[in-house]
């Protein structure tokens, strides 16, 4: 059973907004950072952004940056992703990874923990 549960995905306009959300339902282990990732149809899966334990340090991919914020709440065991301004080519499947430690995840082999995925489809 998967432990990272992801929603908030779903079809938009180009323009348009979605928020993302990751809940760790299991045992969280901290401290832990944590990621978004995407995969388009036919392609790999790409870093979006990473979050540190502390919520301040935080990467974004180029393609995302001034469109994307990523936070987290861990209180809540919660990680977002809020996505304004979306473009047809940010439409993939969303993936919320989580990794022992106080640093960034900006590669997938550093993740330990996935979530299902949820679709974001950008309609042009």
């Known amino acids: 059973q998967e432990r990272l549960v992801e929603s908030g995905g779903g079809l938009v306009q180009a323009g348009g907004s979605l928020r993302l959300s990751c809940v760790d339902s299991?045992?969280?282990?901290?401290?832990?950072?944590m990621g978004w990732f995407r995969q388009a149809p036919g392609k790999e899966r790409d870093f979006v952004a990473t979050i540190a334990w502390n919520a301040v340090n935080k990467y974004y991919t180029d393609s995302v940056i001034d469109r994307f914020t990523i936070s987290r709440d861990n209180t809540k065991n919660t990680m977002y992703l809020q996505m304004n301004s979306l473009k047809p080519e940010d439409t993939g499947v969303y993936y919320c990874?989580?990794?022992?430690?106080?640093?960034?995840?900006?590669?997938?082999?550093?993740?330990?923990?996935w979530g299902q995925g949820t679709q974001v489809t950008v309609s042009s």
């Open positions: 990874g989580q990794g022992p430690g106080y640093a960034l995840g900006l590669r997938r082999d550093q993740y330990t923990n």
């Open positions: 299991g045992r969280t282990e901290s401290p832990n950072y």
